[in-house]
T-cell receptor
Framework: EPEVTQTPSHQVTQMGQEVILRCVPI?????FYWYRQILGQKVEFLVS????????KSEIFDDQFSVERPDGSNFTLKIRSTKLEDSAMYFC????????????FGPGTRLTVL | GDSVTQMEGPVTLSEEAFLTINCTYT??????LFWYVQYPGEGLQLLLK?????DKGSNKGFEATYRKETTSFHLEKGSVQVSDSAVYFC?????????????FGKGITLSVRP
Protein backbone atom coordinates (compact mmCIF):
# COMPACT_ATOMS: atom_id res chain seq x y z
CA GLU A 1 0.00 0.00 0.00
CA PRO A 2 1.41 3.42 -0.91
CA GLU A 3 2.43 5.62 1.99
CA VAL A 4 3.81 9.03 2.80
CA THR A 5 7.39 8.95 4.05
CA GLN A 6 9.33 11.59 5.99
CA THR A 7 12.99 12.11 6.74
CA PRO A 8 14.67 12.40 9.12
CA SER A 9 12.65 10.82 11.90
CA HIS A 10 14.39 13.05 14.45
CA GLN A 11 16.33 16.27 13.86
CA VAL A 12 18.25 18.14 16.54
CA THR A 13 19.44 21.65 15.75
CA GLN A 14 20.75 24.75 17.45
CA MET A 15 18.60 27.87 17.75
CA GLY A 16 19.08 30.14 14.76
CA GLN A 17 20.03 27.34 12.38
CA GLU A 18 18.12 26.49 9.22
CA VAL A 19 16.45 23.11 8.94
CA ILE A 20 14.81 21.33 6.03
CA LEU A 21 12.28 18.62 6.68
CA ARG A 22 11.61 16.26 3.81
CA CYS A 23 8.54 14.38 2.72
CA VAL A 24 7.75 12.04 -0.15
CA PRO A 25 3.99 12.15 -0.74
CA ILE A 26 2.01 9.36 -2.39
CA UNK A 27 2.93 9.44 -6.04
CA UNK A 28 -0.39 10.31 -7.68
CA UNK A 29 -1.43 12.84 -5.03
CA UNK A 30 -1.60 16.52 -5.93
CA UNK A 31 -2.34 18.29 -2.61
CA PHE A 32 0.37 18.44 0.04
CA TYR A 33 0.21 19.63 3.63
CA TRP A 34 2.35 20.30 6.66
CA TYR A 35 1.03 20.10 10.22
CA ARG A 36 2.84 20.25 13.54
CA GLN A 37 2.20 19.12 17.08
CA ILE A 38 3.98 20.76 19.97
CA LEU A 39 4.30 18.28 22.83
CA GLY A 40 1.06 18.02 24.74
CA GLN A 41 -0.82 20.31 22.38
CA LYS A 42 -3.10 19.98 19.36
CA VAL A 43 -2.04 19.02 15.87
CA GLU A 44 -2.00 22.37 14.04
CA PHE A 45 -2.25 23.09 10.33
CA LEU A 46 0.66 24.99 8.83
CA VAL A 47 0.26 25.09 5.06
CA SER A 48 -1.24 23.40 2.03
CA UNK A 49 0.30 23.32 -1.44
CA UNK A 50 -1.24 22.63 -4.83
CA UNK A 51 -0.13 23.20 -8.39
CA UNK A 52 3.25 24.52 -7.24
CA UNK A 53 1.88 27.20 -5.00
CA UNK A 54 0.58 27.69 -1.49
CA UNK A 55 -3.20 27.26 -1.43
CA UNK A 56 -3.78 27.96 2.26
CA LYS A 57 -1.63 28.82 5.26
CA SER A 58 -2.12 29.48 8.94
CA GLU A 59 -0.90 32.41 11.01
CA ILE A 60 1.87 30.14 12.32
CA PHE A 61 3.34 29.95 8.81
CA ASP A 62 5.25 33.24 8.84
CA ASP A 63 8.24 34.42 6.83
CA GLN A 64 10.53 31.99 8.65
CA PHE A 65 8.78 29.09 6.94
CA SER A 66 8.78 28.09 3.30
CA VAL A 67 7.72 25.06 1.29
CA GLU A 68 8.96 23.70 -1.98
CA ARG A 69 8.45 20.82 -4.34
CA PRO A 70 11.97 20.69 -5.77
CA ASP A 71 11.33 17.71 -8.02
CA GLY A 72 8.53 15.32 -8.91
CA SER A 73 8.63 13.40 -5.66
CA ASN A 74 9.82 15.48 -2.69
CA PHE A 75 7.96 18.12 -0.70
CA THR A 76 10.02 20.11 1.79
CA LEU A 77 9.44 22.44 4.72
CA LYS A 78 12.24 24.89 5.49
CA ILE A 79 12.56 26.83 8.70
CA ARG A 80 15.09 29.61 8.11
CA SER A 81 16.14 30.47 11.64
CA THR A 82 14.82 28.04 14.19
CA LYS A 83 13.50 29.14 17.57
CA LEU A 84 13.06 27.10 20.72
CA GLU A 85 9.30 27.16 20.22
CA ASP A 86 9.66 25.44 16.83
CA SER A 87 10.40 22.21 18.69
CA ALA A 88 7.54 19.92 17.70
CA MET A 89 6.53 16.87 15.69
CA TYR A 90 6.03 17.86 12.06
CA PHE A 91 3.64 15.80 9.94
CA CYS A 92 3.43 15.81 6.17
CA UNK A 93 0.23 14.73 4.41
CA UNK A 94 -1.04 14.37 0.86
CA UNK A 95 -4.37 13.88 -0.86
CA UNK A 96 -5.70 13.08 -4.30
CA UNK A 97 -8.38 15.57 -5.38
CA UNK A 98 -9.75 13.22 -8.02
CA UNK A 99 -10.08 10.24 -5.66
CA UNK A 100 -10.88 9.98 -1.99
CA UNK A 101 -10.19 13.48 -0.64
CA UNK A 102 -8.77 12.16 2.60
CA UNK A 103 -5.41 13.20 3.80
CA UNK A 104 -2.80 10.48 4.17
CA PHE A 105 -0.15 11.25 6.79
CA GLY A 106 3.50 10.41 7.19
CA PRO A 107 5.06 9.19 10.46
CA GLY A 108 6.36 12.63 11.36
CA THR A 109 9.72 14.26 12.03
CA ARG A 110 10.50 15.22 15.58
CA LEU A 111 12.37 18.54 15.58
CA THR A 112 14.27 19.51 18.71
CA VAL A 113 15.71 23.03 18.88
CA LEU A 114 18.34 23.56 21.57
CA GLY B 1 -12.92 29.66 13.84
CA ASP B 2 -13.28 25.90 13.73
CA SER B 3 -12.24 23.92 16.79
CA VAL B 4 -12.30 20.37 18.16
CA THR B 5 -12.34 19.39 21.81
CA GLN B 6 -11.46 15.92 23.02
CA MET B 7 -11.79 14.50 26.50
CA GLU B 8 -8.65 14.51 28.59
CA GLY B 9 -6.52 11.41 28.73
CA PRO B 10 -4.82 9.08 28.97
CA VAL B 11 -7.31 6.23 29.07
CA THR B 12 -6.37 2.77 30.34
CA LEU B 13 -8.75 -0.15 29.87
CA SER B 14 -8.70 -3.89 30.27
CA GLU B 15 -9.09 -6.05 27.18
CA GLU B 16 -12.74 -6.53 26.13
CA ALA B 17 -13.87 -3.39 27.95
CA PHE B 18 -16.21 -0.86 26.33
CA LEU B 19 -14.57 2.28 24.98
CA THR B 20 -15.99 5.78 24.59
CA ILE B 21 -13.82 8.73 23.61
CA ASN B 22 -15.69 12.03 23.56
CA CYS B 23 -15.27 14.61 20.83
CA THR B 24 -17.18 17.85 20.32
CA TYR B 25 -16.67 20.49 17.69
CA THR B 26 -17.37 24.09 16.80
CA UNK B 27 -17.75 24.98 13.14
CA UNK B 28 -19.99 26.84 10.74
CA UNK B 29 -22.19 24.86 8.43
CA UNK B 30 -21.77 21.13 8.09
CA UNK B 31 -18.15 20.09 8.39
CA UNK B 32 -16.86 16.60 7.66
CA LEU B 33 -15.72 14.71 10.75
CA PHE B 34 -12.90 12.20 11.14
CA TRP B 35 -11.17 9.98 13.62
CA TYR B 36 -7.48 9.36 13.00
CA VAL B 37 -5.35 6.85 14.89
CA GLN B 38 -1.60 6.85 15.42
CA TYR B 39 0.05 3.58 16.35
CA PRO B 40 3.53 3.76 17.92
CA GLY B 41 6.16 4.82 15.39
CA GLU B 42 3.65 5.34 12.59
CA GLY B 43 1.80 8.23 10.94
CA LEU B 44 -1.77 9.32 11.45
CA GLN B 45 -4.15 6.84 9.80
CA LEU B 46 -7.76 7.55 8.93
CA LEU B 47 -9.92 5.33 11.14
CA LEU B 48 -13.40 6.46 10.13
CA LYS B 49 -15.33 9.43 8.80
CA UNK B 50 -18.77 10.99 8.49
CA UNK B 51 -19.64 13.74 6.08
CA UNK B 52 -23.20 14.71 7.04
CA UNK B 53 -25.47 14.81 10.06
CA UNK B 54 -26.62 11.41 11.40
CA ASP B 55 -24.02 9.56 9.32
CA LYS B 56 -22.33 6.74 11.21
CA GLY B 57 -18.72 6.01 10.38
CA SER B 58 -17.39 2.56 11.22
CA ASN B 59 -14.18 0.58 10.82
CA LYS B 60 -12.39 -2.22 12.70
CA GLY B 61 -15.20 -2.41 15.27
CA PHE B 62 -15.07 1.34 16.00
CA GLU B 63 -18.10 3.55 15.40
CA ALA B 64 -18.90 7.24 15.61
CA THR B 65 -22.13 9.08 14.78
CA TYR B 66 -22.24 12.66 13.50
CA ARG B 67 -24.61 14.45 15.89
CA LYS B 68 -25.41 17.94 14.66
CA GLU B 69 -27.71 18.74 17.57
CA THR B 70 -24.98 18.11 20.15
CA THR B 71 -22.04 18.96 17.80
CA SER B 72 -20.44 15.67 18.77
CA PHE B 73 -18.65 12.74 17.15
CA HIS B 74 -17.89 10.34 20.00
CA LEU B 75 -15.81 7.25 19.22
CA GLU B 76 -17.02 3.90 20.60
CA LYS B 77 -15.95 0.29 20.52
CA GLY B 78 -17.74 -2.53 22.23
CA SER B 79 -14.72 -4.65 23.10
CA VAL B 80 -11.20 -3.25 22.90
CA GLN B 81 -8.10 -5.30 22.20
CA VAL B 82 -4.48 -4.81 23.21
CA SER B 83 -3.76 -3.98 19.56
CA ASP B 84 -6.05 -0.93 19.84
CA SER B 85 -3.47 0.79 22.05
CA ALA B 86 -2.67 4.01 20.21
CA VAL B 87 -3.30 7.75 20.13
CA TYR B 88 -6.73 8.77 18.78
CA PHE B 89 -7.37 12.15 17.17
CA CYS B 90 -10.74 13.68 16.35
CA UNK B 91 -10.65 16.12 13.43
CA UNK B 92 -12.92 18.18 11.22
CA UNK B 93 -12.66 19.53 7.72
CA UNK B 94 -14.56 22.74 7.18
CA UNK B 95 -16.90 23.56 4.37
CA UNK B 96 -14.25 25.36 2.29
CA UNK B 97 -13.56 22.34 0.12
CA UNK B 98 -12.64 18.66 -0.02
CA UNK B 99 -8.92 19.43 0.12
CA UNK B 100 -9.01 22.14 2.76
CA UNK B 101 -7.16 21.88 6.05
CA UNK B 102 -8.01 19.59 8.94
CA UNK B 103 -8.60 20.97 12.43
CA PHE B 104 -7.57 18.47 15.12
CA GLY B 105 -8.24 17.86 18.76
CA LYS B 106 -5.36 17.22 21.17
CA GLY B 107 -5.49 13.48 20.82
CA ILE B 108 -5.93 10.92 23.55
CA THR B 109 -3.70 7.98 24.39
CA LEU B 110 -5.47 4.67 24.86
CA SER B 111 -3.67 1.81 26.60
CA VAL B 112 -5.35 -1.60 26.72
CA ARG B 113 -4.13 -4.12 29.30
CA PRO B 114 -4.27 -7.88 28.61
Amino acid sequence: EPEVTQTPSHQVTQMGQEVILRCVPISNHLYFYWYRQILGQKVEFLVSFYNNEISEKSEIFDDQFSVERPDGSNFTLKIRSTKLEDSAMYFCASSDPSGSPYQFFGPGTRLTVL
Amino acid sequence: GDSVTQMEGPVTLSEEAFLTINCTYTATGYPSLFWYVQYPGEGLQLLLKATKADDKGSNKGFEATYRKETTSFHLEKGSVQVSDSAVYFCALRGVAGANSKLTFGKGITLSVRP
